[in-house]
């Protein structure tokens, strides 16, 4: 079943409008829920009087902060360290923070009960971005100790240093000697790289359904991570995680803002207060409050030789966590790649979250990466400038080729194919050096070229299969479908393994009372590490098949093997019994099996040498833009990624999820920026002022490279590997087109005009490319 | 946790009335499901007209037999034989056969429909009991081929000679030489043995939502046998076991009833072509006519010497199966206990079930034993009169003991218990040899005893576990808790086993997606054969968890050991860690393990020689009544059961059962009987007109002696183990009280008084103890 275009498994139900979300649950008696949010970024919660809400028509239960200190509850949560309430207890660190929740008969009831409430704030001075946060004097929004979430304590090292400041947590990374490598390297370039806050808009909000009932917890809800959740909500209510049951039926999108617990522990507490099932399910604009991609600040130096070898690298990788630490802890580590996917022997990097005033930032598709190959592509094309090099002929010059070390000291086993992959996708847009951008009018044509390489997070993930008496095979996961093609490919890898058609396998949705534990659906890994263990939990049940079949055959197990369904004796073609006889004459009824994939990863926190990651994806993307210097709009004409995926399950999934990452990027490369005003609040929380990719977007010509090596069973995630290519390649093309360095994302009209006007208010050539762009502490200075 | 009164985990939701039942669901669209049946116990139907029905106001399918000619469809079904369809294709075999079906917005509009739909019959000769339909020239309700269930080829050997009769199946036992044996008796005993149909009279009648969704079948029912339904529903609609999920929350008790699938293929066609979810939940007089316990009519003759040692043995059981086969295939098997638990050297046992035009029998509480029982224990009596011999010392006589062979050749590996069981229930009654009946005005009291020896079915049962990463435990097992308290002691044996908590083990209810196949709650098996899979699973997963705790202390895995959630090192006990912390440590999330018991049984087909059980459950029964010879009524003064159980999981649970299976006794003893009048119409399908015990009925004495072995894992189900004894020991006293005897059940009022006034009529001792009651052929002569 490998390498077949088959449609989705629920294709049917999901373009009929049958499939189940969570947001069509309706349960007996279940009561609605609205939140009251925090208007100030940084306020200190003086009262709440809520009486005039909890005798409201339709309401049953308020909950407020005070209902926090229910000894029986231990409310604070978090996927790393447990410091955000589910409600603001006494201080709010956000605006748009959750302050009251309101259950009530009907969502227009507890929405009217919202506005009775009325709080006493006493506004704080706020910090909205990193420099400000880390600023000496600023104020602190966790002064107290920091605490380790359950489970985790062996992936965060505690830093006990941290306490009393707006750090969440720091990244170290040392390799060779780097002072030595600056010392000798030809030339130095510095830049600071920035890319802004971005909304997942996935199309359907976060939804939770809360019910305690049959001694324990059910909760449905719209989560990539439905086990972490289950432990999550356990710790906070005190139950076991064994009467803690999540069911996800399927998302509506996700893109990392469904992994971090959000809005399950407040719907759980107001369940248990109203003693009855409750439903929040958020509005548009409180999905932009509710998570964020990080923003970052990279600064970056580069040692290079005059042929174009690197020799050092330095970079400072701040990432804004917003006011709860969620998953930074080990979003920062992704400064492991803050050099890219090149041979540097001297390596020094330092990354740190950071704690600000803003929504809490989150997963977000790619995790951390963009943030890193935002910096590093944007850094090669100036160091290629600088050097007056083809920065095609650059990358290729320091690719990573197979048996290289990574900055982690890592050898990358896989061939990663880079120089195929860069001169394959600079072939297809008509890539040549020298690039003269082509002039029409106010319009000006170029080429631009990225390359990245992405790790992944490395949780473990279990499969349990069960072999029916007619054998045909149920596989239990807790991987999430939301509309990636999940279900389909992790059918079709275990449809292949146990040699049965693909109409004979059904992957069954997330419930944790009955399916085992997978950290998150995320990080490019459902079909990669879940399907490895769905391949394992196969194989344990084909083992006690053919200890049966050897039986019954009075054959050695050693000797067996399936076929086509059937089970073959070796050398004895014309003794076979299908799995069912086998099943059936067994008089076991069904046969289940477990497996497993749990990569061994680590990374020593004083020199971050060690394994980052279990796989490694890499990515290349050529573009071609034109841009309008008159109203500073770029326009993509062609754009083309290349992938090494190992090897395609269902080639028509991977290639729809590569444009649909890719797509992503375009987003992000052109238009897509949370802003906040001065007070930090919130000025675009809505999709007319937030913009995302229509198809009208669409690149004009968007083509796309998989590389596949075949049999290969290393099967790579394909949900995120081509995003951090686009928006540095995108801007390589636009920096050389308007002769002016883009250093900060997104391209806005607004942003390009201001490019153009300065650029035209500098002499030309102060540096190749233009590298005096606003705010940019970039040099190229030939170095000592 | 073995031993301790716990209360049911479910306590709190049942008597809060927020338990789910399949009754209370409602889904989305759901439509709502009636029935038209056939007026006539046999009839060819000649023509559907169901055209106004189909157009009626909210009908949105009707189902005829024609429906089931779709060559998509292989619509008939049965445990052993399939024989039933859903609906009356061309003949209908008995009066209350669903004919049509019709599903409607509301109720109320498909029950208006069903008055629309003419059908015209042709009425055919039906037979209603065994002797007509075995007498030559008979109807002959299925004359085609026998066609065997899939899965239970193994179970059920073909028999080809039954084609043209109304056998359904045939079951021979021979031990010993018969012939020699009653030539070497200084006395034989004939008599015949009657008892009648009976009703389950579960509070919660038959339901099912079936639903087509998610590219399978979803079926809510109200099943004993979830996933022995969901293989059925596969083969009825063509869908790989796999995408057929049954669902079952709890069960307003089933007693038999709801382990042959009935409703739930009809239901599942009018789903299909609707298109829509649709219910069906039968009405009180509806469940009168979908199944019922095998009437019987067993001809014994017992071979004994003067001293009271049974030197031989002869039965003919004749089992009236009703209109399908269900599962008489193996209840006929049953014969091979006609002699009870009493060691005899020669037998000869012939065993049918029949079809005739009354409802389909099932299984039914006690499954075929109570109608051995109460032919071998009124037989022993009756002898134990012949001998003028005490009815307690004839038993004791001849009672099993430890390493006697059954009637199949097995040796008893169990010490039954017999000597002590049967002392205690005679001494607790005050038993006295001999009995003179106490007389006072027309009352006269007697005491009478009962030994019985129950055997168990033998499916196999599987069970997976997950252990969550803080110590606690999931179970999946596919037992139906229907009130018995199955998740309440499973939960008991989990925990014991794994050495945790109670509150940290959940058991899941069945959901055949995800539940490993168990192929029913039934026959006593829930605790002893799922237990021992629960225990064999939760073993398989603490060797994974050893394995990784081993890595993690630096031990051999054979040196450690789970106690009290902690896992210590054999010779340092001061090394130990929680299991949650080896859990967490080793990053897994969750470990599985699966688990079962297979027992393995066989009876030779021609000789019935081999093993029948993987347990014997003895029970005896000691009772004294009052009779009142003027109005026929008879009161239970005092009521005494003895069990051997090996070991008592939650004695609480096992009390009521105990209790709860005794009342069974007592109606069947007294009142329950299902009669029909000479066309084969049910004359009393309603609780006014069929009654079941109420809590006036409790004997005024009401007592029960458990054995138990200390610390044995050999733990007996206990569900259905004293329902047999309880009428033959009432019966006994009834018999002695009013010296004549009684050989057919229930004890009504009208029989009474009729045999009180025969015994009138005839001269007293003709036979001791009254062996001239109406229809039996009994006689007590000198051998030979």
Not at 428 to 433: L, N, Q
Request: charged share 20%; aromatic share 6%.
């Amino acid at each position: 079943m490998f390498g077949f275009r088959v449609p989705m498994v629920d294709a049917r139900e999901r373009v009929t409008g049958t499939i189940e979300f969570v947001q069509n649950l309706v349960l007996p008696g279940m009561l609605h829920a609205r939140v009251l949010r925090s208007p100030h970024a940084h306020a200190r919660i003086l009262g709440v009087d809520a009486s005039r809400a909890a005798a409201a028509a339709g309401v049953m239960a308020v909950l407020t902060g005070a209902d926090l200190d229910d000894p029986a509850l231990d409310p604070a949560f978090g996927l790393f360290l447990r410091d955000q309430p589910p409600l603001a207890r006494d201080v709010a660190r956000y605006a748009g923070e959750p302050v009251v929740a309101v259950a009530a008969e009907t969502e227009a009831e507890a929405e009217a009960a919202l506005a009775m409430i009325e709080v006493d704030y006493e506004p704080l001075p706020a910090v909205l971005d990193v420099d400000a946060a880390l600023a000496p004097g600023a104020p602190v929004l966790h002064p107290g100790p920091r605490r380790l979430a359950f489970n985790r304590r062996d992936l965060v090292a505690h830093q006990p240093g941290l306490t009393g400041t707006n750090a969440i947590h720091r990244f170290r990374l040392r390799r060779g000697d780097a002072e030595a490598g600056f010392a000798g390297a030809d030339l130095i370039v510095e830049g600071e790289y920035r890319t802004p806050a971005v909304a997942h808009v996935a199309f359907e909000t976060h939804v939770c359904v809360a019910w305690f009932r049959a001694g324990g917890l059910t909760v449905w809800s719209s989560s990539q991570a439905p086990s972490t959740l289950a432990e999550t909500l356990a710790g906070v209510i005190g139950l076991p995680v064994a009467r803690v049951r999540v069911i996800v039926p399927t998302l509506g999108g996700g893109y990392g803002s469904k992994i971090d617990p959000s809005i399950e522990p407040l719907v759980t507490l107001l369940a248990r207060k109203a003693r009855r099932p409750v439903r929040l399910s958020l509005s548009r604009a409180e999905e932009f409050v509710t998570g964020m991609k990080h923003p970052s600040v990279v600064r970056l130096r580069t040692g290079v030789r005059l042929d174009g070898t690197l020799v050092a690298h330095e970079a400072h990788c701040l990432y804004n966590g917003g006011a709860y630490a969620t998953d930074t802890p080990e979003k920062i580590t992704r400064g492991y790649a803050s050099m890219g996917p090149y041979r540097v022997p001297d390596i020094r990097v330092d990354s740190a979250g950071v704690y600000t005033n803003v929504t809490p930032a989150c997963a977000f598709r790619g995790f951390g990466m963009p943030q890193m190959a935002w910096a590093h592509e944007t850094q090669m094309d100036r160091v290629a400038d600088a050097l007056g090099m083809d920065p095609l002929a650059l990358r290729l010059h320091n690719i990573l080729l197979p048996g290289d070390a990574f900055s982690t000291g890592e050898t990358l086993l896989e061939d990663p194919h880079y120089p195929e992959l860069l001169r394959d996708a600079a072939a297809r847009i008509g890539w040549a050096w020298p690039i003269e951008p082509e002039r029409a009018g106010s319009r000006v044509r170029a080429k631009g070229l990225a390359a990245i390489i992405k790790g992944m997070g490395a949780f473990s993930a279990t499969a349990a299969v069960k072999l029916n008496a007619d054998g045909t095979l149920n596989v239990l996961t807790s991987s999430v479908e939301m509309g990636q093609g999940a279900l389909t490919v992790l059918a079709q890898i275990a449809a292949h393994e146990l040699g049965v058609p693909l109409a004979d396998v059904r992957v069954s949705t997330p419930d944790t009372e009955v399916t085992p534990f997978d950290a998150m659906t995320a990080a490019s890994r459902a079909t990669s590490f879940m399907g490895r263990a769905i391949r394992a939990a196969v194989g344990d049940v084909r083992a006690k098949l053919l200890a049966l079949a050897a039986d019954q055959l009075e054959a050695a197990p050693a000797d067996l093997s399936v076929e086509d369904g059937r089970i073959v004796v070796a050398g004895a073609p014309a003794t076979s019994r299908s799995i069912a006889s086998v099943v059936a004459a067994a008089k076991v009824g069904s046969l289940s099996g477990e497996g497993w994939y749990r990569p061994s990863i680590g990374l020593d926190p004083q020199t971050g040498q060690g394994i980052a990651s279990p796989q490694w994806h890499p990515a290349v993307c050529a573009a071609e833009v034109e841009v309008d210097e008159e109203t500073g709009r770029v326009q993509i004409l062609q754009l083309h990624v290349g992938l090494y995926v190992g090897r395609m399950v269902n080639p028509t999934g991977c290639e729809l999820q590569v444009f649909g990452a890719s797509l992503f990027g375009v987003g992000q490369a052109l238009f897509e920026e949370l802003r906040w005003d001065e007070a930090g609040t919130l000025t675009n929380p809505n999709l007319s002022d937030y913009m995302i990719p229509s198809f009208l977007d669409l690149p004009q010509r968007f083509g796309q490279t998989v590389l596949e090596t075949p049999g290969t069973i290393d099967i790579h995630g394909i949900g995120e590997t081509p995003l951090p290519a686009i928006a540095p390649a995108v801007a390589n093309a636009v920096s050389r087109a308007i002769g002016a360095r883009v250093m900060e994302l997104p391209m806005t009209p607004e942003r390009i005009l201001r490019l153009v006007r300065e650029r035209d208010a500098v002499p030309r050539g102060a540096e190749p490319g233009g590298a005096a762009a606003r705010g940019a502490r970039a040099s190229a200075t030939p170095a000592g």
